[in-house]
């Protein structure tokens, strides 16, 4: 089976140009302010406008109010909405039934215990993303470029189609999946030439390492 990736953090069109030639099977545009990768919907639209077909589209929101959804799936065609904030599971229920795009919500991992999480969420959503959990003092609560132990992610019966996260890069990448048993994978930082920019050749070596070269 070919391990999903997802490219988080897209804000231009030549980095979706970039993960869609390298196959990447899913590309973030994140609508949150703070975030170096931050994009309007308008700027999201007009990136998913520069490519025909390619990899699905998500729409990544922290708590987001449903006008900024609405904005957003007015402005580009989202297939998979990702709720990365502290949405409680009856507002992950809430936005799925209210906009009818299936949902992906990002859970943040550090210990054993958080994992109790998945058994909450998974009846509310289509798929999940483990992820690091944020620092205490973190302004984002991903894209951080920090891994969790990634043996974790075995001791759950994960019930949903699901995303590895946090910290991953070309250079770990197999031995993440390997030890985590993922299905797929999601990488912001890793990817990047700097801070908030997408770089081709870490793209593609990340989709190869992930894919077993
Ligand atoms: O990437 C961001 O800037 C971001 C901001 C707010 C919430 C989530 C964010 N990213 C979430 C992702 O899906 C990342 O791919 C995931 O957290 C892994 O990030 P990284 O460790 O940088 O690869």
Redo the contacts with the bound molecule.
């Keep these: 089976m070919s391990i999903a990736v997802k490219i ?2 897209v804000n231009s069109p030549e980095a979706l140009a970039w993960a869609a030639e390298a196959g990447a099977d899913f590309v ?1 545009f ?1 609508f ?1 302010p703070p ?3 931050a994009v309007t919907p308008e700027q999201a639209g007009a990136i998913s406008a520069s490519l025909a077909g390619g990899p699905r589209r998500v729409g ?1 929101f ?1 708590d987001p109010g449903d006008a900024l959804v609405e904005a957003a799936l007015a402005a580009a065609p989202l297939d998979v909405i ?1 709720l ?1 904030g502290e949405e409680t599971p009856a507002r992950v229920g809430e936005i799925r039934a209210r906009f009818g795009v299936p949902v992906m919500k990002a859970l943040g991992i550090a210990t054993e215990a958080d994992l109790a999480q998945v058994a909450e969420y998974a009846p509310v959503a289509d798929r999940l ?1 483990l ?1 690091a959990k944020p620092p205490p003092d973190a302004v ?7 891994p969790f132990e990634w043996r974790l992610a075995r001791l759950a019966a994960i019930p949903k189609p699901w995303l590895l ?4 890069t070309p250079a770990n990448v197999a031995e993440a999946i390997a030890a985590s048993g993922a299905p797929g994978v ?5 990817v990047e030439r700097a801070r908030g920019v997408k770089d081709r050749g870490l793209i593609r070596a990340f989709i190869q390492a992930a894919r077993g070269g």
């Design positions: 988080c953090g973030g994140v949150f975030s170096p990768r990544l922290v990702q990365h993303l992820d984002l609560p991903g894209g951080n470029a920090a996260a946090g910290g991953l999601d990488v912001s930082s890793g």
